[in-house]
Nanobody, 123 residues
Framework: QVQLVESGGGLVQAGGSLRLSCAAS????????MGWYRQAPGKQRELVAA???????NYADSVKGRFTISRDNAKNTAYLQMNSLKPEDTAVYYC?????????????????WGQGTQVTVSS
């Protein structure tokens, strides 16, 4: 059983910062990509940022220069540092990860999702 647990969401004023964490636990063999998505009311879920095991990153244009994704492979944890937050960043933020488990072996990756954490930016 694999679980992703997000933390760090909350209410912040425009211009402020938040740091989200996503911890993966369970019978994990390895983790490939870890990413953050967000979904605002009435909108589709969109990619915010992603990071592979080697450290290469990818960002949505709307967050480049303001958000930074990182990961601690030893802790199976990804982070999203969000600076200069804007009201349009308000959304539920979801973590995901492509994980190979001990049971299925090193070549079979499954995408897991966290439960989401609310980020609200007031103007």
């Amino acid at each position: 059983q694999v679980q992703l647990v997000e933390s760090g969401g909350g209410l912040v004023q425009a211009g402020g910062s938040l740091r989200l964490s996503c911890a993966a636990s369970g019978s994990i063999f390895s983790i490939n990509v870890m990413g953050w998505y967000r979904q605002a009311p009435g909108k589709q879920r969109e990619l915010v940022a992603a990071i592979v095991g080697g450290g290469n990153t990818n960002y949505a244009d709307s967050v480049k220069g303001r958000f930074t994704i990182s990961r601690d492979n030893a802790k199976n944890t990804a982070y999203l540092q969000m600076n200069s937050l804007k009201p349009e960043d308000t959304a539920v933020y979801y973590c995901n990860a492509d994980i190979a488990t001990v049971v299925r072996g090193p070549h079979y990756y499954v995408r897991y999702w966290g439960q989401g954490t609310q980020v609200t930016v007031s103007s």
